[in-house]
């Protein structure tokens, strides 16, 4: 599992996956969410938002997949564009896995039906083809092991590890991390970190909203910074961390760092 | 996960029996004098109960009514229906029973010959029921033979299901609990006749017998209801959601005896004349429409209790709204409303007795119409001691079976054993 540490090569001019533009979200209570965020993202790119608490960064990459709604602006993902119609969301987000910070495995399965649920309802795949599969990508994240047990039993970062095989087992494009370490004792972060570094020499494209610099410094291709709704700064990890163009990037990284 | 029992705590460390007694009656002089205070209480009326039952009671009433209390009017020539009923029922709780136990968990290397403590405790409770029901009816000796077999059934199925079971596959597991239904549309022919077997009116059926299908009937058809009124009450349709608070409300609003009636004379009005039932079955209704409200609320309390991000997580792996609801969010939700709705149903069941007085003859209502037979003047307690016992015995039965359910579908229960 070990990855090499440096950076992967960014990828050549590949097909966009995620194409967000001018989105602005009002909640219910009138609280204005997103302001006119964009962002775009190309096939095999690793790409990590940061920002302060209620920057919006959770809101935006959770209409990837629409989890929540927008008012304005448009999202493409994938080549579908994000609409009402019901079974253009239901495309969209069987070709874009999400994991969550509090994990959300269903307590009441196994670890194994946790992984194997999805693909075989949805995608109609024989139950014993995909019990396979998932016992493979058990094997991947390092606990296989561990495979007939229930979520209760695991710690915190082998639940997060079984929650990154479940959304691997649907063979999504996409992947979405929604402050995955945030939630997990100091000593696990780190193996959770190295299943996502793993991932992030494979094909597929991820968005992660995360507060740990030393993962963005080493895997991502991009960072982008978000301050109260919007983009505000978009860079290579390089120059993001080092010789950041605005002032609000250059607070926030004063703050973490 | 083991629990850390008393088994596990080296012996050196574990206070003499004597020692955890005085500990655990005694552990102050107050406390001591409290607990020989309630052991006297418990003694004096168990003694005067007993003498009662020996000495002054007369238990002819019974034994002359035993048949009328179990079945009602149901023809002797047809009572082997029932019987054979009893023992497939008997059979599938065994078995039932001993796969829930044997349902593959966690750790599968942890089977022994033993049973776990709580299944012991279960298993004496059908003991003694099996003694004591038949014993209170005052049955003839055969009968109660026949009682001591089913229970027999039960628990050797038990022990050889839970001993067995886990050998097999988890989907051949599944089957045992479809077989229910199966079960039960069997009883209610077995019961009511046709498709070849001579018919019983429902006029006919009575005593333990009706009160059990009646509220049997009632929990099966209320609990799909229930659930089908706790999605609507959280639906974002707003006239689905007004529809089910109205009716929930309108629902718990009223007394059930009042719906009786109601159900009694309306319901006939309603329904096309070759379609309304007969009056068993419109009390059947009724039950089910009150219950479904009672569990509609506790199933709601159950959906609330499930966190947003299991349904986010299901339907961002690609899950419709139904399949998340039916295989992520129902079945979480249920386990947190169980113990209430199992709370429900021992109310319904008592609830039957409501029926006796719209002039159903179930188990209390025919233990007064007995009161009423001149011949049998001034033996109501005895009848009332019996009617006591029958009810609690089969609410404890119904406590018990949710328990071990309970424990059954907590993600965090111990391993198999036996």
Redesign the interface.
């Known amino acids: 599992m070990a990855a090499p540490m440096t950076p992967p090569t960014p990828p050549a001019s590949s097909a966009l996956m995620i194409e967000a533009t001018g989105v602005e979200k009002w909640y219910p209570n009138g609280f204005h969410a997103l302001r006119g965020a964009s962002l775009t993202v190309r096939r095999g790119e690793v790409v990590v938002i940061m920002g302060p608490s209620g920057s919006g960064k959770s809101t935006f990459i959770r209409t990837f997949n629409a989890l929540e709604d927008f008012q304005k602006g448009s999202i493409t993902v994938d080549g579908i564009t994000l609409s009402n119609d019901v079974r253009q969301i239901d495309a969209i987000r069987r070709e874009v896995g999400m994991v969550f910070q509090q994990f959300n495995l269903f307590p009441h399965l196994s670890v194994l039906e946790n992984l194997t649920l999805a693909p075989v309802l949805v995608r109609k795949r024989p139950r014993s083809e995909v019990e396979g599969q998932a016992m493979a990508l058990l094997e991947r994240v390092g606990i296989a092991e561990q495979a007939g047990k229930f979520p209760g039993q695991l710690s915190g970062g082998q639940q997060q590890r079984v929650a990154i095989a479940r959304a691997l087992c649907m063979e999504p494009r996409i992947l979405l991390f929604d402050e995955p370490t945030s939630s997990l004792d100091p000593e696990m972060v780190r193996e959770v970190l190295e299943v996502m570094q793993a991932l992030a020499h494979d094909d597929i494209t991820m968005v992660v909203v995360t507060h740990e610099v030393r993962f963005a410094r080493q895997v991502a291709h991009r960072v982008v910074l978000m301050d109260q709704g919007e983009v505000v700064e978009e860079a290579e990890p390089e120059t993001f961390f080092t010789a950041p163009r605005h002032e609000r990037t250059r607070r926030f990284l004063e703050q973490i760092l | 996960?083991p629990q850390p029992g008393l088994a596990d705590t080296p012996s050196s460390l574990r206070p003499s029996p004597l020692r955890r007694l005085q500990r655990s009656l005694a552990p102050t002089v107050a406390d001591g004098l409290l607990s020989l205070g309630l052991i006297a209480l418990l003694l004096w009326v168990g003694l005067q109960l007993a003498s009662w039952a020996i000495g002054r009671a007369d238990w002819a009433v019974l034994q002359l009514n035993s048949m009328l209390l179990l079945v009602g009017r149901y023809p002797l020539a047809e009572q082997w229906r029932l019987w054979l009923l009893a023992g497939l029922l008997a059979v599938q709780a065994g078995l039932s029973w001993g796969l829930l136990r044997a349902w593959?968990r966690?750790?599968?290397s942890l089977q022994g010959w033993l049973w776990p403590r709580h299944d012991r405790i279960a298993a004496l409770c059908v003991g003694l029921l099996a003694l004591l029901l038949p014993a209170a009816l005052q049955l003839a000796l055969p009968l109660q033979a026949r009682w001591w077999l089913l229970a027999a059934a039960l628990l050797a199925l038990r022990w050889a299901a839970g001993r067995w079971g886990t050998r097999l596959h988890r989907h051949q597991l599944r089957l045992v609990g479809l077989l229910w239904p199966v079960l039960y549309l069997a009883g209610l022919w077995l019961i009511g006749g046709g498709l070849g077997l001579p018919r019983v009116a429902s006029g006919d059926w009575g005593g333990l017998l009706l009160t059990l299908l009646l509220a049997s009937f009632a929990m099966a058809l209320s609990f799909p209801l229930g659930v089908l009124l706790a999605l609507g009450r959280r639906s974002s349709l707003p006239l689905l959601r007004w529809g089910s608070v109205v009716y929930i409300e309108f629902i718990r609003g009223a007394p059930l005896i009042t719906l009786l009636f109601i159900g009694q004379n309306i319901l006939g009005f309603l329904l096309p004349s070759g379609l309304a039932p007969d009056r068993v079955w419109r009390a059947a209704w009724v039950l089910i429409f009150f219950a479904a409200a009672y569990l509609a609320e506790a199933v709601r309390s159950g959906l609330a209790a499930v966190?947003r991000?299991?349904l986010?997580?299901?339907?961002?792996?690609?899950?419709?709204q139904a399949?998340a609801l039916v295989?992520?969010v129902i079945?979480?939700a249920l386990?947190v409303a169980l113990p209430t709705m199992v709370g429900q149903f021992i109310a319904l069941l008592q609830d039957t007795t409501l029926l006796s007085l719209i002039g159903l003859l179930d188990l209390l209502g025919t233990a007064r119409g007995i009161m009423a037979n001149p011949e049998f003047l001034g033996h109501s307690s005895e009848l009332y001691l019996v009617l006591a016992v029958l009810y609690w015995g089969c609410c404890a039965s119904l406590g018990l079976g949710s328990r071990a359910l309970e424990r059954r579908?907590d993600?965090?229960s111990e391993p198999t054993r036996g």
């Open positions: 996960m593959p966690a750790d599968r966190p991000g299991q986010e997580a299901a339907r961002s792996l690609g899950l419709s399949q295989q992520v079945p979480q386990r579908l993600p965090r």
